[in-house]
């Protein structure tokens, strides 16, 4: 498994019921299998972690755009284009840096802590940027905690990915993708995975979405992209043994 990073993408209180102010329906499922996977039998060659860490007045926000309201979508222009626009989803305020909402759920980041180790990637930090995939973000210097202000190494303009080029200098091969949502930041992480040529695998019980529909569509392409899908199928052989034999 020493080829073979961890994904653990925005397991944060504000995407966690009951209190989460972008809560994922039934996301605190997902903590009991990541811990699982945190533990002795699962060697990972690294662990990587996702923040969503948004400045205030975010583009994502609907309280950046009165009067519309959240879930509603908007027609901008892409910042780094004149004539060119996009469709944006407006979301409640949400991982808003330095606050506890933007915080790695206790009890997982007592995980990421007996395990030592764990990498951040931060993302969505810019206010004019939307950001999904964990290959979107900048991997911190620092190992899991770090401080608000903590701040990612230096790496040339328009290269790749930082995540990438962090995966490749450390032998990555092949990833394993859990976290929140399925059907947003988890799917877009696996899809910025194999297309950088990572070896992807997306486990199941370890992933929740917004929706069962949407959930479900992502898993289907994601597939036909040719992601692994390890334990949807319920064939009673469970997760684990599904997982170490897609590792062999």
């Given at each position: ?21 972008l809560?994922?329906?039934?996301g605190r ?30 583009i994502?926000?609907?309280s ?41 759920e ?29 290959f979107?973000?900048?991997?911190l ?13 230096k ?8 995540l990438?080029?962090?995966l ?10 859990v ?11 696996a ?11 997306l ?8 929706s ?10 994601l ?26």
């Amino acid at each position: 498994m020493s080829d073979t990073a961890l994904i653990i993408v925005d397991v944060q209180n504000d995407f966690l019921p009951p209190s989460g102010s972008l809560a994922v329906p039934n996301g605190r499922a997902v903590l009991p299998v990541i811990e699982e996977m945190l533990g002795p039998e699962w060697e990972w060659g690294l662990v990587v972690a996702s923040q969503d860490y948004h400045p205030p007045s975010h583009i994502s926000f609907a309280s950046s755009h009165p009067p519309h309201p959240p879930f509603s979508e908007l027609e901008l222009p892409k910042h780094d284009s004149r004539n060119a626009t996009y469709t944006q989803t407006l979301w409640p305020d949400h991982c808003v840096q330095g606050t506890p909402g933007a915080e790695i759920e206790a009890s997982l980041g007592e995980a990421f802590k007996k395990r030592g180790g764990v990498r951040l990637v931060r993302k969505g930090t810019d206010p004019r940027i939307e950001a999904y995939s964990a290959f979107e973000g900048e991997v911190l210097s620092e190992s899991y905690p770090a401080p608000p202000d903590a701040e990612p190494p230096k790496r040339v303009p328009n290269g790749p990915s930082a995540l990438t080029d962090f995966l490749r200098d450390s032998d990555i091969e092949r990833t394993v993708i859990v976290g929140l949502a399925t059907d947003y930041c988890v799917n877009q992480t696996a899809i910025s995975s194999i297309l950088s040529g990572f070896s992807t695998a997306l486990l199941t019980p370890a992933m929740r979405g917004i929706s069962p529909e949407g959930t479900a569509a992502t898993l289907t392409a994601l597939e036909g992209m040719g992601g692994a899908i390890i334990g949807r199928d319920g064939n009673g052989e469970g997760w684990q043994f599904q997982l170490h034999e897609w590792l062999k």
